[in-house]
């Protein structure tokens, strides 16, 4: 069997979390830094707590406005339009 093929152990590893929470665990690393555990994760608080880091939630209430502003037609509405074009194309050549 070869020797020191597997990497340190670390029974005391401790786990700090943005939150400010820490705990202590066994670990190949020796200190972990993590943002988000249970005490501050929304399925376990229950609170909603919003990590938004490529500004997600602005661009997407952004193309939402910009929809909404700018009021598109329908399908139906188009097909609508175009066979009254056609209808009236048809009255004009018969005249």
Known sequence: MKTDLHPTYYPQAKITC???ASYTTGST???IRVEI???CH???TGK???VDTA???EKFTERTSKK???PTKS???KLKEKESKRTAKIEREEK
């Open 18 to 20: 943005a939150c400010g």
């Open 29 to 31: 690393v020796e200190e």
């Open 37 to 39: 555990c249970s005490a």
């Open 42 to 44: 929304p399925f376990y």
């Open 48 to 50: 909603q707590k919003l």
């Open 55 to 57: 500004r997600r939630v």
């Open 68 to 70: 909404s502003a700018s």
């Open 75 to 77: 399908k139906r509405a």
